[in-house]
Protein backbone atom coordinates (compact mmCIF):
# COMPACT_ATOMS: atom_id res chain seq x y z
CA UNK A 1 0.00 0.00 0.00
CA UNK A 2 1.48 3.02 -0.87
CA UNK A 3 0.74 6.93 0.56
CA UNK A 4 1.35 10.20 0.74
CA UNK A 5 1.92 11.95 3.83
CA UNK A 6 1.46 15.78 4.67
CA UNK A 7 2.31 17.24 7.67
CA UNK A 8 0.88 20.82 8.47
CA UNK A 9 3.78 23.19 10.86
CA UNK A 10 2.20 24.59 13.38
CA UNK A 11 1.73 28.80 13.08
CA UNK A 12 0.91 30.76 15.58
CA UNK A 13 -1.19 32.85 13.71
CA UNK A 14 -1.57 33.09 9.66
CA UNK A 15 -4.29 30.32 8.92
CA UNK A 16 -4.27 28.88 12.60
CA UNK A 17 -8.11 27.76 12.59
CA UNK A 18 -8.59 27.18 8.62
CA UNK A 19 -7.49 23.87 7.14
CA UNK A 20 -5.72 23.45 4.21
CA UNK A 21 -7.50 20.89 1.48
CA UNK A 22 -5.17 18.46 -0.21
CA UNK A 23 -5.14 17.52 -3.20
CA UNK A 24 -3.83 14.88 -5.22
CA UNK A 25 -3.75 14.54 -9.10
CA UNK A 26 -6.50 17.16 -9.50
CA UNK A 27 -8.89 15.64 -6.82
CA UNK A 28 -9.48 16.73 -3.09
CA UNK A 29 -8.10 13.65 -0.27
CA UNK A 30 -8.21 15.53 2.55
CA UNK A 31 -8.51 18.39 5.02
CA UNK A 32 -5.36 18.96 7.20
CA UNK A 33 -5.70 21.67 10.48
CA UNK A 34 -3.05 23.50 11.86
CA UNK A 35 -0.39 21.40 13.31
CA UNK A 36 -1.93 18.43 12.07
CA UNK A 37 -0.93 15.51 9.83
CA UNK A 38 -2.70 13.63 7.36
CA UNK A 39 -2.24 10.34 5.05
CA UNK A 40 -3.66 9.38 1.62
CA UNK A 41 -3.64 5.97 -0.10
CA UNK A 42 -1.98 6.17 -3.82
CA UNK A 43 -1.63 3.41 -6.28
CA UNK A 44 2.55 3.51 -6.85
CA UNK A 45 3.69 6.02 -9.78
CA UNK A 46 3.71 9.80 -10.18
CA UNK A 47 1.40 12.07 -8.45
CA UNK A 48 0.75 15.65 -8.41
CA UNK A 49 0.12 17.17 -5.22
CA UNK A 50 -1.21 20.92 -4.13
CA UNK A 51 -2.89 22.35 -1.00
CA UNK A 52 -5.15 24.99 -1.44
CA UNK A 53 -7.03 27.23 1.44
CA UNK A 54 -10.08 29.48 0.02
CA UNK A 55 -8.27 30.98 -3.87
CA UNK A 56 -5.30 31.18 -2.77
CA UNK A 57 -2.20 27.66 -3.35
CA UNK A 58 0.80 26.35 -3.20
CA UNK A 59 3.21 25.48 -6.11
CA UNK A 60 2.17 21.39 -7.49
CA UNK A 61 4.63 19.30 -6.50
CA UNK A 62 5.20 16.69 -8.50
CA UNK A 63 6.16 12.96 -6.46
CA UNK A 64 7.00 9.63 -7.20
CA UNK A 65 5.22 6.98 -4.66
CA UNK A 66 7.30 3.69 -4.99
CA UNK A 67 4.91 0.11 -4.37
CA UNK A 68 4.80 0.41 -0.41
CA UNK A 69 6.65 3.30 -0.22
CA UNK A 70 5.30 7.00 1.87
CA UNK A 71 6.13 10.26 0.58
CA UNK A 72 6.74 12.80 3.69
CA UNK A 73 5.81 16.09 2.74
CA UNK A 74 5.28 19.40 5.01
CA UNK A 75 3.95 22.75 4.19
CA UNK A 76 2.66 25.86 6.03
CA UNK A 77 1.94 29.77 5.15
CA UNK A 78 4.85 31.25 3.03
CA UNK A 79 3.91 35.19 4.27
CA UNK A 80 4.04 36.54 7.24
CA UNK A 81 1.02 37.54 8.84
CA UNK A 82 2.12 41.56 8.20
CA UNK A 83 2.38 40.38 4.20
CA UNK A 84 -0.48 37.83 4.15
CA UNK A 85 -2.96 40.61 1.73
CA UNK A 86 0.42 41.19 -0.27
CA UNK A 87 0.06 37.66 -0.95
CA UNK A 88 -3.71 36.78 -1.38
CA UNK A 89 -3.83 40.00 -4.02
CA UNK A 90 -0.74 39.28 -5.77
CA UNK A 91 1.17 35.88 -5.32
CA UNK A 92 -1.98 33.79 -4.67
CA UNK A 93 -0.11 30.69 -6.54
CA UNK A 94 2.78 30.85 -3.71
CA UNK A 95 0.39 31.57 -0.39
CA UNK A 96 1.21 28.21 1.08
CA UNK A 97 4.56 26.45 0.54
CA UNK A 98 4.88 22.63 0.28
CA UNK A 99 8.09 20.44 -0.06
CA UNK A 100 9.24 17.37 1.17
CA UNK A 101 9.71 16.62 4.31
CA UNK A 102 13.44 16.87 6.13
Not at 17 to 30: I, L, P, Q, S, T
Amino acid sequence: MSRIAVHRKKARWQDRGRDYVVFVDGKEVARIANGASCEVQVVPGPHAVQLRIDWCRSPELRVEVGQGETVQLSCGPNAHPLFAIFHILFVRNRYVWLRPAA
